[in-house]
């Protein structure tokens, strides 16, 4: 018998039928014995139609009331999926975030889960109840409902497996696994068998969005065995083997044959911010990332140009365009004190990046990423590399074709690929 955590993403929870079908998944975990509980998510667009509301409610909404509204999302699915449970005659119930509760810090839509409080879990997985827990809502320590950021489900699996020390956490997707890049936007992305923490948590981190960074981040802390599989295999029998995130021990062996580069990712959701004539003195930058950094506003790629003769420079950066709207105020505000000329946005780019392992003892991996653009006349808008990726921002109409150069530049096309 295990302890298993089962979570199952937005396009499996779509609807009755699919949600019958993850019941299904569910009943043969427990016909085989198993402890179960599952961790679901709202039904795909849900989210995002929430969201839309807020924006058009007002588009500098409270985050305390946008998550009250983008949380109802889960709600829903997690009490379908009991009552289709119920329905096939395995016992089961939901527990909302703040039933249990999952305890989160107060950055509202994007806070971090603190505690879990696994007592009512733990009685309900032992007289053979399956426990249904909605992804992605948590409560602050003064009772308030929190979100955890897009793509939260996953780490809300993480979280239940780790507070209930699982043996398993099976991430049920609409992929069968975690490929070289999206397999949505290359044919020829091949599928890994194992791909290590590290190489995860940097793939996710640019945008390969199979996982949310923080689940991979937390999985790796806490030493949970993640695996991401389909949700659309066959319920039974040998189902298609997944992606198994492990360590870098448990790559031993395979480790002279990897690859330089692991995979290929992108991010069409940063949108570009640049202030013109930004005085060129100490304390310049602070004045802008600061006030940023206050609001809860995570920057990431940042280029300063080279001082204008007039003593001032442009500075570019880029914010997560779900921010735009909030990064714009704040820059507004602090005008005087920046001292900036023009305050310049665009969201059509994408970030493209390479991540590799390999790279740490490999040379020419960034200039090959630039010279593959350069073949292509895609223009680099900004780069930043950290020991294991580099990331380049360009126009987003080019992305699709970025990703597939670099894929077949670096070698990663699957062999019998046409
Ligand atoms: P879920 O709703 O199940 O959480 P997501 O849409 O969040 O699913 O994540 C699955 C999607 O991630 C896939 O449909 C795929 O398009 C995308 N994806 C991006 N990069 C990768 C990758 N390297 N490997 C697999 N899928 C990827
Ligand atoms: N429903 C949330 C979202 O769309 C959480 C998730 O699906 O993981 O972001
Ligand atoms: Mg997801």
Redesign the pocket.
């Not at 390999?358 to 223009?379: E, P, Q, Y």
């Given at each position: 018998m295990a302890r298993i955590v089962m979570?199952?993403?937005?396009?499996?929870?779509a609807g009755i039928d699919r949600i019958r079908n993850v019941a299904n998944r569910v009943k043969h975990e427990v016909e085989l014995g198993n402890e179960v509980a599952v961790v679901v998510?709202a039904m795909?667009g849900d989210t995002d139609r929430l969201v839309n509301f807020c924006r058009e409610a007002s588009p500098l909404y409270d985050p305390r009331e946008y998550d009250v509204v983008v949380a109802s999302g889960e709600q829903v699915t997690s009490g379908l999926l009991a009552i289709t449970l119920q329905s096939m005659g395995v016992k089961a119930r939901s527990w909302m975030g703040w039933q249990l509760p999952i305890r989160t810090s107060d950055a509202h839509a994007s806070a971090r889960i603190q505690t879990i409080n696994s007592d009512a879990i733990g009685a309900a997985m032992a007289s053979g109840e399956v426990a249904v827990i909605p992804g992605f809502q948590g409560l602050t320590e003064d009772d308030r409902i929190t979100t955890l950021g897009r793509?939260g489900?996953?780490t809300s699996a993480v979280a239940v497996a780790a507070a209930m020390k699982a043996d398993r956490c099976d991430?049920?997707?609409?992929?069968d696994?975690?490929?070289?890049?999206?397999?949505?936007?290359v044919p020829k992305?091949r599928?890994?068998a194992k791909v290590t923490y590290e190489e995860m948590l940097e793939?996710a981190s640019v945008?390969?969005?199979?996982?949310?960074t923080r689940s991979v981040g937390l999985a790796m802390k806490e030493k949970v065995r993640v695996q991401?599989l389909s949700?659309f295999d066959q319920p039974t029998g040998n189902p298609t083997p997944g992606?198994m995130i492990v360590g870098e021990d448990e790559l031993e062996g395979s480790t002279m044959e990897r690859q330089l580069i692991t995979?290929?990712?992108?991010d069409k959701k940063e949108t570009k911010v640049t202030l013109t004539a930004v005085p060129d003195r100490p304390g310049a930058v602070a004045a802008i990332f600061s006030p940023l950094a206050d609001a809860n506003i995570n920057v990431d790629m940042i280029v300063q140009n080279v001082a204008h003769d007039t003593g001032s420079t442009d500075v570019t950066f880029t914010v997560p365009s779900d921010e735009i709207a909030r990064s714009l105020d704040t820059l507004e505000r602090e005008r005087s004190a920046i001292g900036y000329d023009k305050l310049i946005h665009d969201a059509n780019v994408a970030k493209i990046s390479v991540v590799g392992v390999g790279m740490r003892s490999h040379a020419g991996v960034a200039s090959k990423m630039f010279s593959t653009l350069a073949d292509r006349k895609i223009n680099v808008l900004a780069i930043t590399t950290s020991e294991i990726k580099v990331s380049v921002l360009i126009h987003e109409d080019y992305t699709e074709l970025a990703v597939r150069a670099l894929h077949t530049a670096y070698g990663l096309d699957a062999e019998d690929a046409a």
């Amino acid at each position: 018998m295990a302890r298993i955590v089962m979570k199952f993403g937005g396009t499996s929870m779509a609807g009755i039928d699919r949600i019958r079908n993850v019941a299904n998944r569910v009943k043969h975990e427990v016909e085989l014995g198993n402890e179960v509980a599952v961790v679901v998510s709202a039904m795909s667009g849900d989210t995002d139609r929430l969201v839309n509301f807020c924006r058009e409610a007002s588009p500098l909404y409270d985050p305390r009331e946008y998550d009250v509204v983008v949380a109802s999302g889960e709600q829903v699915t997690s009490g379908l999926l009991a009552i289709t449970l119920q329905s096939m005659g395995v016992k089961a119930r939901s527990w909302m975030g703040w039933q249990l509760p999952i305890r989160t810090s107060d950055a509202h839509a994007s806070a971090r889960i603190q505690t879990i409080n696994s007592d009512a879990i733990g009685a309900a997985m032992a007289s053979g109840e399956v426990a249904v827990i909605p992804g992605f809502q948590g409560l602050t320590e003064d009772d308030r409902i929190t979100t955890l950021g897009r793509g939260g489900s996953d780490t809300s699996a993480v979280a239940v497996a780790a507070a209930m020390k699982a043996d398993r956490c099976d991430i049920y997707t609409d992929v069968d696994g975690v490929y070289t890049t999206d397999p949505r936007i290359v044919p020829k992305a091949r599928k890994l068998a194992k791909v290590t923490y590290e190489e995860m948590l940097e793939l996710a981190s640019v945008g390969a969005k199979v996982l949310q960074t923080r689940s991979v981040g937390l999985a790796m802390k806490e030493k949970v065995r993640v695996q991401v599989l389909s949700s659309f295999d066959q319920p039974t029998g040998n189902p298609t083997p997944g992606t198994m995130i492990v360590g870098e021990d448990e790559l031993e062996g395979s480790t002279m044959e990897r690859q330089l580069i692991t995979g290929i990712a992108y991010d069409k959701k940063e949108t570009k911010v640049t202030l013109t004539a930004v005085p060129d003195r100490p304390g310049a930058v602070a004045a802008i990332f600061s006030p940023l950094a206050d609001a809860n506003i995570n920057v990431d790629m940042i280029v300063q140009n080279v001082a204008h003769d007039t003593g001032s420079t442009d500075v570019t950066f880029t914010v997560p365009s779900d921010e735009i709207a909030r990064s714009l105020d704040t820059l507004e505000r602090e005008r005087s004190a920046i001292g900036y000329d023009k305050l310049i946005h665009d969201a059509n780019v994408a970030k493209i990046s390479v991540v590799g392992v390999g790279m740490r003892s490999h040379a020419g991996v960034a200039s090959k990423m630039f010279s593959t653009l350069a073949d292509r006349k895609i223009n680099v808008l900004a780069i930043t590399t950290s020991e294991i990726k580099v990331s380049v921002l360009i126009h987003e109409d080019y992305t699709e074709l970025a990703v597939r150069a670099l894929h077949t530049a670096y070698g990663l096309d699957a062999e019998d690929a046409a």
